[in-house]
């Protein structure tokens, strides 16, 4: 690009110089020419002066024509004698000069010459001769075209310059853009362009920079939907699988009743993937499946309590009737108790006592145990002071907040989580 915009630029000084610089060399030669005839006019005419006296009383002039070389200047008679002066022995057209009676122009090929007749009483009496060499009109012109062509080279070399330094500072931004892309495309989704001061090259960053922003936050929102389907399905999952290894080893086991609760367990497996993709798309959750709380804290104990009664453990649940009847959004708060009992399941200690309680304007579901939990960060994903994963809170907590609403860590010791949620209208 650059050696481009520098030959277009340098073509293009070229091309002015010669649509300016050939009519003017023209006509510099041209002017030199009729300069050079002028002065030989003044000459012939300053010798036509000295000598006319001498010419009408018949005599010779005796009168050396006052000239500087190379200027030749002589009198000849009106058949073409010479008479005086330096010249050829004869004056060639002398008859066409006496007939014209008037300055006559009579170039060799090797001089300027100009004839200037002597008149008596209408009749030309003498003529008198200026020449001088091409060659001078030829050194002069030459020099001029010479400084004209110097000239024309600073010109060039001048725009070359110019355009030199314009394609360093054209080129360079849209190399850096091209290196900045290419890192784009290799997955570099930190990069950002430069800004090069250029409106339309400094807009092109702009688009680049957001293509790698939106990229950087898609490529975000994947890995965090990874993780959080991965945390939130491995619980789930290994109900299942005991559920189908217990029916196994019992020949007596009602299948239908097997396959109902393997049925109900890939359900919940179908929405949890549901509400973790809205989450990580930024989209509302689907609110079709609204529901009264009591019946969604219902199901969760129906749930819960076993595994909790496998590690010897109860789980004890508390509705305050005032807001049993309260409407939310299943899906998101049963995401969050998911998160909250497996952490209370993996982390905590003694009796899970699940609180749903009036807080003023909205509603309060407390989990507490008897464990503790350590530092402060626990809402931090992939904290380093994580007991577990690091991703269970973060994910509830984005839940929360998702719905308007808040979960904090109310005690470390014993522990208490509170999850405010607002009610559904």
């Known amino acids: 690009m650059r050696r481009r915009i520098v030959l277009t630029t340098v073509l293009a000084a070229l091309v002015a110089i010669g649509l300016f610089g050939v009519p003017l060399a023209v006509a510099v030669a041209r002017y030199f020419v009729t300069a050079e005839r002028a002065e030989l006019e003044r000459a012939a005419d300053s010798y036509a002066l000295d000598v006319s006296a001498d010419i009408l009383r018949h005599r010779a002039p005796d009168r050396t024509p ?26 060639a057209d002398a008859g066409e000069a006496t007939a014209a009676d008037e300055v006559l122009s009579a170039d060799t090929p090797g001089e300027l010459v100009v004839v200037v007749p002597i008149s008596d009483d209408g009749s030309v009496v003498a003529l008198v001769r200026a020449a001088t060499a091409r060659t001078e009109v ?7 075209w010479l400084g004209m062509a110097g000239l024309a080279v600073v010109a060039l070399l001048s725009a070359y310059l110019v355009a030199r330094r314009q394609a360093r500072r054209l080129a360079r931004p849209l190399e850096q853009l091209s290196a900045t892309a290419r890192d784009l ?7 950002r362009a430069d800004r ?11 688009s680049l920079d957001s293509t790698a922003v939106r990229l950087d936050d898609l490529l975000a929102r994947e890995r965090a939907f990874s993780a959080d389907a991965s945390h939130q399905l491995r619980t789930p999952l290994a109900g299942l699988r005991l559920q189908l290894e217990a029916a196994l080893e019992n020949p007596h086991a009602n299948l239908r009743d097997v396959v109902e609760a393997g049925v109900a367990t890939t359900g919940r497996l179908d929405r949890t993937v549901t509400d973790l993709l809205a989450l990580a798309r930024d989209t509302p959750p689907v609110r079709d499946d609204v529901t009264d709380l009591a019946c969604e804290l219902a199901g969760i104990e129906t749930e819960w309590a076993a595994a909790l009664a496998e590690h010897a453990r109860d789980l ?29 399941l993996r982390h905590g200690a003694g009796t899970v006592t699940v609180t749903a309680r009036d807080a003023g304007d909205v509603l309060a579901v407390d989990v507490a145990d008897e464990g503790e939990v ?34 904090r860590l109310t005690r470390p010791r014993p522990a208490l989580f509170t999850l405010l949620l607002p009610l559904e209208q």
């Open 66 to 91: 006052a000239t500087e070389d190379p200027t030749f200047v002589a009198v000849y008679s009106p058949a073409g004698r010479l008479l005086a002066g330096a010249g050829p022995p004869t004056l």
């Open 316 to 344: 004890v649940l508390k509705v305050e009737p005032v807001v049993a009847g309260a409407l939310l959004s299943g899906p998101v708060l049963r995401q969050i108790m998911t998160v909250l009992l497996d952490n209370a």
């Open 185 to 191: 495309g290799d997955g570099d989704f930190s990069i």
């Open 138 to 144: 030829y050194w002069h012109t030459g020099l001029t």
């Open 196 to 206: 090069a001061g250029i409106p339309e090259i400094d807009s092109v960053g702009e």
């Open 374 to 407: 350590n530092g402060t960060d626990v809402f931090d994903r992939r904290s380093p002071g994580a007991r577990g994963t690091g991703i269970g809170l973060a994910l509830a907590r984005r839940l929360a907040e998702a719905e308007g609403g808040r979960l």
